[in-house]
Structures are given as C-alpha cells and as structure tokens.
C-alpha cells in the first residue's frame, strides 16, 4: 500500500468534523487527486448530514469537473460538421462590418466549402496568438451577449499577460461561438451541451462509478495497491454512455478510471452494466483488504 493513500485513509475516519473540512480543502486546494478532497467531504456529510461546508465544497468539486471536462472537448479543433456554412455565410453577411472576420473568413474561403472552412479556423484563426485580445476589444456588446462580454474582458487581462496558445485557442473558439451563433440559430455546434445545475446537482448525489459500483473510498484504496502509472484514478471520469452521441443530458455517468478505460468507445453503456462493470467492481473489491472495504 502506498504510504501517503494510507496515511490519508486513516485521516479521512476521523470523527472530526472541522479536521475533515480542512483536509478537504487542503486537497481541493491543489486541483489534483479530486477523489481526495471528496473522500475527506463526503465523510465529513456521513457524521454531520448539516454540514453545510461539505455540501458547498461538493458543490465546488461539481463544478470543478463541469469545467474540466467542458474545457477537454471545447479545446477540440473544429471537424466537418461542426459548422452549418450557409448559416454562416448568412451570419458573415450581418457582422461585415467587422473587418477582422472578414480578413479571416472572407467569402472565396466560404464559398470553398466545409472543408476549407474548418481548416482555415483551425490552422489559422484559432492559431493567431494575439487574436482573442483583438477580437476582446474589437467586438463589443453588438455582437456578444453582455454577461459573456463581461466575461471577456476579464479572461483579457490573463490573455495579454500569459495567455499560451492552447489557452488562446480556446478562448478564441468560445469567442467565436458566441459572435457567429444567435439566440435563433446554432450555426457552430455546441459538443458539450450539458446543462451545468443539473451536472452538479448530478455530482452531489452520485456516490459510486456508475458501471461497478466501488465507492470513493474503494476507489482511493485500490488506487494506493496499484498506483497506477498514467496518472489517473484519483479523479472521476465523465463518460458518454453511448459514445455516438454528443457529451448531453441524459447520456453521461460518473465513472471510475478503470471502468472508462475498459469501456472505451466501443461498449453501450447499459451493455458495460450487465457484465464487464460488475466484474471490475468485484475484482476491486476483492483485492481490497477486508477492514477497509466499503460497506
């Protein structure tokens, strides 16, 4: 057993309250080893269910993933598909009078196709490391929602100071989202559509991977026998249950690392329950030393 899960362990069966808020926001702290700071939190919930610094840090933790994972798949590059070009020819049309779209997306691009389009946004629109600032000071609240502008002009200040380019990358992508679509009309899709209140709220009752069933505890215990070496497995994993459809409501569960990996793409998520989860929640639990399995 790897020394430091087992001193945490032990940690996390204290009685004390306030001790157990503080260990768990000494984990939540670090932005790592998530299933650290819910371990620590959920057990402070177990022995006082008023602890309303628990539920926030859950809270917290709900939406920590919410932003993680939103950011994993907002960070993808645009594919074919993604973008409706008659729609965004239509769009274009109404904001030309903002040079820098047009400099960018100007319409022999357009009138090339899918195809050209994607890559011109990925290779060189989402590639212009001073671009987000631009577009931060070009467009103001004609064209972005005011809140979102709001937004913006915060994120600007860390763009200009020590914005790397995966981060302007993304940032530009959220930009662009929000000047080309409209209330009316998703022109450029949405690939993470989840709907956040219902994401955490989802977090905060969930208590186990949703494929085998090992609890967080569980979890954290066989993580320090294995100690995995690729550096996952002290975190939840959100997966789509079907993975033809988009990251939505209704089809994405809290999942163990191991469950994930063996999932993949390949299996349904009600064909992953029947068989393949259940086999890997009791390998778990049979490799767990028998004080410290879960009840």
């Given amino acids: 057993m790897n020394k430091k899960i087992e001193e945490v362990i032990k940690e996390a069966e204290s009685k004390n309250v306030s001790c157990l808020i503080d260990k768990a926001y000494e984990y939540f702290n670090k932005k790592s080893n998530l299933l650290l700071t819910e371990l620590f939190a959920r057990n402070a919930l177990e022995t006082s269910q008023s602890c309303g610094e628990a539920m926030d840090l859950l809270d917290q933790l709900g939406?920590?993933?919410?932003?993680?994972k939103k950011s994993t798949i907002d960070n993808n590059d645009f594919s074919i598909g993604d973008i409706d070009i008659n729609k965004l020819k239509n769009r274009l049309s109404t904001i030309k009078e903002f040079g820098?779209?047009?400099?960018?997306?100007?319409?022999?691009?357009?009138?090339?196709?899918?195809?050209e389009v994607?890559?011109?946004i990925n290779n060189?629109?989402?590639?212009?490391?001073?671009?987000?600032v631009i577009l931060v000071k070009t467009f103001g609240e004609k064209c972005v929602d005011p809140e979102y502008m709001n937004n913006l002009r915060i994120l600007?200040?860390?763009?200009?100071?020590?914005?790397?380019?995966?981060?302007?990358?993304?940032i530009n992508k959220s930009i662009l989202r929000n000047i080309i679509n409209t209330r009316e009309s998703e022109i450029i899709k949405n690939k993470f559509?989840?709907?956040?209140?219902?994401?955490?709220?989802?977090?905060?009752r969930h208590k186990a991977c949703a494929y085998c069933g090992s609890s967080v505890h569980d979890l954290v215990t066989f993580?320090?026998?294995?100690?995995?070496?690729?550096?996952?497995?002290?975190?939840?994993?959100i997966d789509r249950m079907d993975p033809r459809k988009p990251y939505e409501d209704n089809n994405y569960e809290f999942v163990c690392y191991y469950c994930n990996n063996a999932k993949a793409d390949v299996f349904i998520g009600n064909e992953?329950?029947?068989?393949?989860?259940?086999?890997?929640?009791?390998?778990?639990?049979?490799?767990?030393?028998?004080?410290?399995?879960c009840k």
């Fill in 63 to 68: 939406n920590v993933y919410y932003g993680k």
């Fill in 100 to 115: 820098i779209i047009q400099d960018i997306l100007p319409p022999s691009v357009i009138d090339g196709g899918a195809e």
């Fill in 118 to 120: 994607v890559n011109v």
């Fill in 124 to 132: 060189a629109f989402l590639g212009k490391t001073r671009s987000a």
């Fill in 156 to 170: 600007n200040k860390r763009i200009e100071s020590h914005g790397t380019l995966d981060y302007i990358k993304a």
């Fill in 193 to 204: 559509t989840i709907d956040r209140n219902k994401f955490v709220m989802k977090f905060y």
């Fill in 223 to 237: 993580y320090g026998m294995k100690n995995p070496k690729r550096g996952r497995g002290l975190s939840w994993e």
């Fill in 272 to 293: 992953f329950c029947k068989t393949l989860g259940p086999a890997i929640g009791q390998t778990i639990k049979a490799a767990l030393p028998a004080k410290t399995m």
